[in-house]
């Protein structure tokens, strides 16, 4: 089973950059695809991003513009990258694969915060 796992989460100021990585061995069959979603402390969970399984990429329209996936396929890991953060941006990333029932995991969530 696909067991995606978060990191490089952190602190930043206002307009600031970020970049996360989702860790999940196994996901680069083409048989599975990737959400990436937030959620901020008190709020409901948000859909982020999506790398479908033919490598499209999709972005909610709060990030569009500011965020991007790539990938790095020789470490089984995919990124998002986030560019002129806002404060709104503030909450638990969490990257979740898709697909037959091997694909399916959630990692366990990277905090990003952003300070105004």
């Known amino acids: 089973a696909v067991r995606p796992v978060e990191s490089g989460g952190g602190s930043v100021q206002s307009g600031g950059s970020l970049r996360v990585a989702c860790i999940a061995p196994?996901?680069?069959?083409?048989?599975?695809?990737m959400n990436w979603h937030r959620q901020p402390a008190g709020a409901q969970r948000e859909w982020v991003s999506r790398?479908?399984?033919?490598?499209?990429?999709e972005y909610s329209d709060s990030v569009a513009g500011r965020f991007a996936i790539s990938v790095d396929k020789a470490k089984d890991t995919v990124y998002l990258q986030m560019d002129n953060l806002k404060p709104e941006d503030t909450a638990m990333y969490s990257c979740?694969?898709?697909?037959?029932?091997?694909?399916?995991?959630w990692g366990q969530g990277t905090q990003v915060t952003v300070s105004s």
């Open positions: 979740q694969t898709w697909g037959p029932s091997w694909c399916r995991g």
């Open positions: 196994g996901f680069f069959s083409g048989t599975c695809g």
């Open positions: 790398l479908t399984r033919e490598g499209a990429m």
